[in-house]
């Protein structure tokens, strides 16, 4: 429901589903991936806050990525147009494809390190914690890799189904993307810590019970 509004008005539909994933996640977090809540109108201003709270950590981390990104892109630019005035086209060529793969990596940097800050924050309704250096870098060391094909097989199965139905399936997608992308959330979290990772002061007994 909230993604259809969203086709209409943008951002705040967003923020009370992302508050109603994190409700999710700590609903499956407590029963061990047993229990789903339902979604409750009464309570959208619960999950507007806690959504807020993800929102914020990850506009924090895209706002920081986006400095170095740019930094990135100009030194690209002025270094291709360098090679260019030198008339080396096959290095030119080359440099565009260095450039596209470090680009790529950027991009990679960013969903690696914008899924504990959201993760953090979302759970404990903390920003603090949610950008908590030596908790998001410790999550980023133990599961950079999980995230990488996570984030990738998202992409490619929610590209696939747009373009098998021409657009269409923009109105499945984003409502299954959330979902999947919740439970992605719940597998990162318990793999993060039965590898040894540092359990987050999250609200309720969800954490006791992925410990017991």
Not at 186 to 205: C, K, N
Request: charged content about 5%.
């Amino acid at each position: 429901m909230c993604w259809l509004i969203a086709q209409v008005i943008p951002i705040l539909p967003q923020i009370v589903s992302t508050g109603y994933q994190f409700e999710v996640l700590n609903g499956l977090l407590a029963t061990k991936g047993a229990w789903y809540p339902d979604f409750q109108i009464n309570r959208i201003g619960e999950y507007l806050l806690r959504g807020l709270w993800a929102f914020l950590a990850g506009a924090v981390v895209f706002i920081i990525w986006f400095f170095f990104f740019a930094a990135f892109v100009v030194c690209a630019v002025l270094a291709l147009a360098a090679l260019g005035n030198s008339g080396g086209e096959d290095m030119v060529g080359a440099g565009v494809t260095v450039a596209v793969g470090i680009g790529i990596l950027l991009m990679a940097l960013l969903a690696v390190v914008a899924t504990p800050a959201a993760l953090g924050a979302g759970l404990t309704c903390d920003l603090a914690a949610g950008l908590n250096v030596s908790w998001m870098m410790d999550f980023v060391a133990k599961m950079w890799l999980k995230i990488i094909l996570a984030s990738l097989f998202l992409t490619i199965v929610s590209l696939g189904i747009v373009v098998l139905t021409c657009g269409l399936g923009l109105l499945v997608v984003f409502p299954i993307a959330s979902y999947m992308a919740t439970h992605f959330y719940y597998q990162f979290y318990v793999a993060y810590l039965a590898g040894g990772g540092r359990p987050l002061p999250s609200q309720g007994d969800a954490i006791q019970a992925v410990l017991a």
